[in-house]
């Protein structure tokens, strides 16, 4: 039997309730509930909270090596799945401000004395995306230390003319950012013209045409999901979380991109292109496929490419790009999904594991256990946070 949070059961009591009133319609008794399901701020907070402690109870030694048994392999602490959670701590941070949030950030960090996995030559954007929250915690603790092997990291990418690292999507979220994150703080347009130069070459020119599909809007995760290749209902593969890693890439890049830069309006007409495109392929139910357009193809809830697109319709609504009318329901929808996920201990249910297609670590439940689950929580927290900011 599936479980609820108890704000999700007192959520459905009280629609109980008003739906029985006179006069009040069933549209306007579940518009009535999503509304107040976003509009509870301490709900959203309690929610991630409780996901988040859980997490942190769980792996209270940052530095611990990841062991995962299904694959019987062991990964450090500071790869990829492990750098997004952080992304989540620290949006959190700021709205549930608590400086035990940031002493495991900086406990992460010294763990790994501020390094990337492979060192300071590494070019794969999976081990850069750590260097997120490094940036954003020598900023916070006005320490530049901090963040000096990540500016090494991508000195040594400026130094040569290659732009074609960013061969799958997923590279997008983990390293784009990095480069928009330093050239904000040093004020150097280079890492501005990289960083374009590198996404329209993966957007637009990897094998010939590029991984976005302007004719949907959506992306396919690398060059062998590019047609010929098809779903099992004869739809082109577009993998929901592939497609969440470029919307939150596109999301942080624009938060800290100047508005007058000369790229702006592009990255911002390829992410508005994406919400319009995403919004067809929700279920009813408020959660997106695994697979985009194959709703068959391993069909029902899945929770970090619907957080991914959650967390980037709120920023679109909080800033203007999306209109509120439109974009509230689709919003609501998702969130009242998320939270259904979430067991009363705080483990994260529907989180599909590591992988590039829909087919991968499957199939997902409500009790399954991912390869990795830190990254789900960091989707999650990111979502949460940006919705928690809505008016």
Wanted: glycine share 8%.
């Amino acid at each position: 039997m599936q479980r609820f949070s108890n704000f999700t059961r007192a959520a459905a009591g009280l629609l109980s309730l008003a739906m029985m009133a006179p006069g009040l319609t069933k549209a306007q008794a579940t518009h009535d509930k999503q509304a107040s399901s976003i509009s509870n701020k301490s709900a959203i907070v309690k929610t991630l909270r409780v996901a988040n402690n859980y997490f942190m109870d769980k792996w209270q030694d940052v530095g611990k090596i990841i062991y995962v048994p299904s694959k019987k392999k062991s990964w450090p602490s500071h790869i990829w799945t492990r750098a997004v959670y952080y992304e989540g701590l620290m949006a959190f941070h700021k709205i549930d401000p608590n400086p035990t949030y940031i002493k495991y950030a900086m406990d992460w960090g010294n763990a790994h004395h501020w390094s990337l996995r492979d060192g300071n030559t590494t070019r794969n954007a999976d081990n850069q995306c750590a260097g997120q929250t490094y940036i954003d915690l020598a900023i916070l603790k006005k320490d530049t230390a901090l963040m000096s092997n990540i500016k090494a990291t991508i000195g040594n990418m400026l130094a040569t003319d290659k732009i074609d690292d960013w061969s799958w999507v997923d590279a997008i979220q983990m390293g784009m950012p990095v480069f928009a994150k330093l050239g904000k703080i040093t004020g150097d347009q280079k890492y501005y013209d990289r960083m374009w130069q590198m996404y329209h070459y993966t957007r637009s020119e990897l094998n010939k045409i590029g991984l976005f599909d302007t004719k949907t809007g959506l992306w396919w995760r690398d060059k062998d999901f590019m047609p010929p290749y098809k779903e099992p209902n004869g739809e082109d593969c577009y993998w929901s979380r592939g497609n969440g890693w470029v919307a939150a890439a596109l999301v942080r890049v624009l938060n800290e991109l100047p508005k007058n830069a000369p790229h702006y309006k592009d990255y911002l007409q390829d992410y508005i292109m994406m919400m319009h495109a995403i919004l067809k392929y929700q279920d009813p139910k408020g959660y997106w496929n695994v697979s985009l357009a194959d709703p068959t193809h391993f069909g029902g809830k899945e929770l970090t490419g619907t957080a991914l697109f959650t967390y980037a319709m709120a920023w679109g609504v909080n800033n203007g790009y999306l209109k509120k009318a439109r974009y509230l329901k689709p919003i609501s929808l998702a969130w009242q999904s998320l939270v259904s996920c979430v067991h009363p201990n705080g483990f994260l249910g529907y989180v599909q594991g590591t992988g590039k297609e829909p087919k991968d670590s499957q199939p997902v439940g409500y009790d399954h256990q991912p390869d990795f689950e830190d990254f789900g929580l960091g989707c999650l927290l990111l979502a949460g946070s940006e919705l928690y900011k809505l008016n």
